[in-house]
C-alpha cells in the first residue's frame, strides 16, 4: 500500500522551533519530487518547500525560506521539515506529499500521495 505517514506536530511558542516526519512506504521517496504544504484556518492549502527529483533542487516559498528546511533519509525513505523561528502565521494543518513525475514545485493537483496531515500550533 502506497502511503505516507507524518508525525510531529503541536504546540510551540513564537520564535521556537518543530520538526515534522514523514514516512513513506509501498513506494522509495527518492524516486518522487517531495513536497511540503501547509493550510492555515480559512486559507487555501499552499505548498512551502519542495526537493525536485529532476535535479535534487531545492525550493522555498518566500515566507519561510531561511526558517525551513527540507531534507530526506533514503535509509529511513523519510522526509522531514524543520522549522525555526516560528510565528502565529505558522499556525497550520501541515502536509506531505510526493509526485513521481518529479516537478517541484507542483500543486496540489499535481501530488500523487499525500500524508494524513498534523496540527501545528504557534502560541504563547
Known amino acids: 500500500q502506497v502511503q505516507l505517514v507524518q508525525s510531529g506536530g503541536g504546540f510551540v511558542q513564537p520564535g521556537g522551533s518543530l520538526t515534522l516526519s514523514c514516512a513513506a512506504s509501498?513506494?522509495?521517496?527518492?524516486?518522487?519530487?517531495i513536497h511540503w504544504f501547509r493550510q492555515a484556518p480559512g486559507k487555501e492549502r499552499e505548498g512551502i518547500a519542495c526537493?525536485?527529483?529532476?535535479?535534487?533542487?531545492?525550493h522555498y516559498v518566500i515566507s519561510v525560506k531561511g526558517r525551513f528546511t527540507i531534507s530526506t533519509s533514503n535509509a529511513k525513505n523519510t522526509m522531514y521539515l524543520q522549522m525555526g523561528s516560528m510565528n502565529p502565521e505558522g499556525t497550520a494543518v501541515y502536509y506531505c506529499?510526493?509526485?513521481?513525475?518529479?516537478?517541484?514545485?507542483?500543486?496540489?493537483?499535481?501530488?500523487?500521495?499525500w500524508g494524513q496531515g498534523t496540527q501545528v500550533t504557534v502560541s504563547s
Open positions: 509501498g513506494f522509495t521517496l527518492d524516486d518522487y519530487a
Open positions: 526537493i525536485s527529483k529532476t535535479d535534487g533542487s531545492i
Open positions: 506529499a510526493a509526485n513521481r513525475i518529479g516537478s517541484c514545485p507542483a500543486g496540489t493537483f499535481d501530488q500523487d500521495v
